[in-house]
Antibody, heavy 119, light 110 residues
Framework: QVQLQESGPGLVKPSETLSLTCSVS????????WTWIRQTPGKGLEWITD???????NYNPSLKSRISVSHDMAKNQFSLKLSSVTAADTAVYYC?????????????WGLGTLVTVSS | QSVLTQPPSASGTPGQSVTISCSGS????????VYWYRQFPGTAPKLLIH???QRPSGVPDRFSGSKSGTSASLAIRGLRSEDEADYHC???????????FGGGTKLTVL
């Protein structure tokens, strides 16, 4: 059973950078594609980015200019940075796994972490 | 505003059947598989239906999915109180080159 756990600050100031890490257990990050998804009350679920350990990365065009993704094979973790945040970036952020590319099938989800953007 | 359109709410009484719709376009539902996720309050969504109408192991056959053109539906028969949850549809979008979601439907069992 693959388990994912998000970690990072729950409060970020406007204009600063949101940084989250996803720790994976039960599988190597070379086994699947990985994704970040967020959920807001007003907009529902929103795909942010997904990647494969080889470096193939896809971004939501509406967020692409502000996103940075990285991974650490040794720690079996991957990370998300979202720069220049505003109140609109307040959401529950999930890391999750995909069985392959070009799919909306999300097989395993993290518990989610609430990030609030406020001064 | 979500790319896929779902009704914000649905309801039914125990034992009844309910259907939740999901409307999209040719770039998503019209040309790709539809997935349904169920989400209980305070928890992450979980896969309920994949590839339009396939149930993962452990999902009872009371849940069924269908797709026609650019629309899809999730049907639940024999409603139970434990079916109260939010239901989200999703599909790959060829224009976005990423998955898109519906806004979610809150199902209430009266």
């Amino acid at each position: 059973q693959v388990q994912l756990q998000e970690s990072g600050p729950g409060l970020v100031k406007p204009s600063e950078t949101l940084s989250l890490t996803c720790s994976v257990s039960g599988a190597s990050i070379s086994s699947f594609y990985w994704t970040w998804i967020r959920q807001t009350p007003g907009k529902g679920l929103e795909w942010i980015t997904d990647f494969y350990y080889t470096g193939t990365t896809n971004y939501n065009p509406s967020l692409k200019s502000r996103i940075s993704v990285s991974h650490d094979m040794a720690k079996n973790q991957f990370s998300l940075k979202l720069s220049s945040v505003t109140a609109a970036d307040t959401a529950v952020y999930y890391c999750a796994s995909l069985p392959g590319s070009q799919t909306a099938m999300i097989t395993f989800w993290g518990l989610g972490t609430l990030v609030t953007v406020s001064s | 505003q979500s790319v896929l359109t779902q009704p914000p709410s649905a309801s039914g009484t125990p034992g009844q059947s309910v259907t939740i719709s999901c409307s999209g376009s040719s770039s998503n539902i019209g040309s790709n598989y539809v997935y349904w996720y169920r989400q209980f309050p305070g928890t992450a969504p979980k896969l309920l239906i994949h590839r339009n109408n396939q149930r993962p192991s452990g999902v009872p056959d009371r849940f069924s999915g269908s797709k026609s053109g650019t629309s899809a539906s999730l049907a639940i028969r024999g409603l139970r109180s434990e079916d109260e949850a939010d239901y989200h549809c999703a599909a790959w979008d060829d224009s976005l080159s990423g998955p898109v979601f519906g806004g979610g439907t809150k199902l209430t069992v009266l």
